[in-house]
């Protein structure tokens, strides 16, 4: 009902201000007006204040009362928990009007004073707007807390940090590593006797240290690696056979995308100097290689990223069993004590494998470069030779006859 009557008397203001601008131009009032102006020459002036004086003046005052009562009368209505709100922006005191022909007969001086004690206690026509009062910042240890209990974010690993493993993988518990079951010492006898007839005497002369590595997936010399160390007359000194996880063998995609078969390809090689690593990170196929050992072989213009290296979480309980993506791993124990043998002893020139620039692939059969004269050519590197082959081993006892 409010509201009604406040619409009404907008409407009733709007149409006594247009009546009283019309009554301004009315063509009689401006005749006197210029008439008293050019008889007084304050004509102007006179007409100007009585029209605001008898006219503007009290409609407004009287469309000002009248709305701000029905203003409060509405937002009663609206919202009836609010009269304390409304108390509050109530004027502290209440100023009789005087009748405008008071007004009008004062000095102007006077009028002055009366209209700014008015405007003064004219009532607001809107709630005050009230300001709220800044959240005070939590505590260092309050916003540790918070984030404490809060749910944990994905977040992306850039490709680029090579060497920092994701929270899972530092995270994850290591297996324990299988029960190793060496060869026996007749089959050891017979394994060496397999590499050594695998050697050329250019590879015998040429390398000191010599790595066989079995991935088959069956057989007493299955999924080992053998350490062999050449002595002063040419005869090879095993010093180490460890189990180890060779590759899966199938037709794979890395987490990345990428076609990438779980081969480990059979074959000879070199390692590769400038990829040595005590401390790795795949962004192949995220996952840390702890003690890092590149091969160095091009295959089809690529540098391959076959490696020798540790493994870790659950790939350590893996160990004897083909497991991995391609490379070749070692419990991180055994890895660490390679690494460490071959960067403090094996420093050295290491022969020259073929390369085919037809193919952009470097042989892995075993083909060394020789210069013209028929000197083998040599590059700085590591005295090492790395012999994969899918070789499980023989029935010794079959073979002694």
Not at 57 to 75: E, Q
Not at 95 to 119: G, L, Q, Y
Not at 220 to 234: C, I, L, T
Request: aromatic residues 8%; charged residues 15%.
């Amino acid at each position: 009902m409010a509201v009604r009557q406040l619409s009404t008397l907008y409407l009733a203001a709007a149409s006594s201000f247009t009546v009283a601008i019309v009554l301004s131009q009315h063509p009689t009032l401006n005749r006197a007006a210029h008439e008293g102006a050019h008889l007084t020459g304050v004509g102007v002036m006179n007409t100007a204040v009585a029209v605001n004086d008898y006219i503007f003046t009290p409609g407004w005052h009287l469309a000002r009362d009248v709305s701000t009562s029905l203003y409060r009368s509405a937002m009663s209505e609206m919202n009836p928990a609010t009269p304390q709100r409304m108390a509050a922006n109530a004027p502290a005191k209440k100023i009789e009007h005087a009748p405008a022909a008071v007004i009008a007969n004062a000095t102007p001086k006077k009028r002055a004073s009366v209209r700014r004690e008015i405007a003064q206690a004219a009532p607001m026509l809107r709630p005050p707007i009230i300001e709220q009062q800044p959240e005070a910042k939590p505590s260092v240890q309050a916003q540790t807390e918070v984030a404490s209990n809060a749910q944990p974010k994905f977040t992306l690993v850039p490709q680029a940090a090579q060497n920092a493993a994701p929270p899972s993988v530092i995270n994850a518990e290591p297996a324990a590593a299988p029960p190793d079951h060496p060869p026996s010492a007749a089959e050891l006898v017979q394994i060496e006797q397999h590499f050594r007839s695998s050697l050329t005497k250019e590879m015998l002369a040429n390398f000191e240290l010599f790595l066989f590595v079995s991935k088959a997936d069956h057989g007493s010399a299955a999924q080992r690696m053998y350490v062999f160390q050449k002595q002063g007359n040419g005869n090879l000194n095993p010093l180490y056979n460890w189990p180890v996880s060779t590759g899966r063998e199938l037709d794979e995609f890395a987490p990345n995308g990428a076609h990438a078969p779980s081969i480990t390809p059979a074959g000879y090689y070199e390692l590769d100097p400038h990829r040595m690593y005590a401390d790795h990170f795949s962004s192949e196929w995220r996952q840390p290689m702890p003690y890092a050992m590149f091969f160095n072989w091009e295959n089809r213009g690529f540098q391959t990223g076959l490696a020798i290296h540790g493994a870790t979480g659950k790939d350590i309980g893996l160990l004897g069993e083909r497991a991995s993506a391609g490379c070749i791993h070692l419990a991180p124990e055994n890895a660490r004590v390679l690494f460490s043998l071959i960067k403090a002893d094996y420093k050295g020139l290491m022969p020259k494998f073929a390369y085919d620039k037809r193919t952009a692939t470097m042989s892995n059969q075993g083909v060394i470069l020789h210069t013209t004269d028929g000197r083998v050519e040599m590059e700085d590197g590591y005295k090492v030779l790395v012999f994969i082959e899918n070789y499980g081993g023989e029935n010794v006892v079959a073979a002694l006859f």
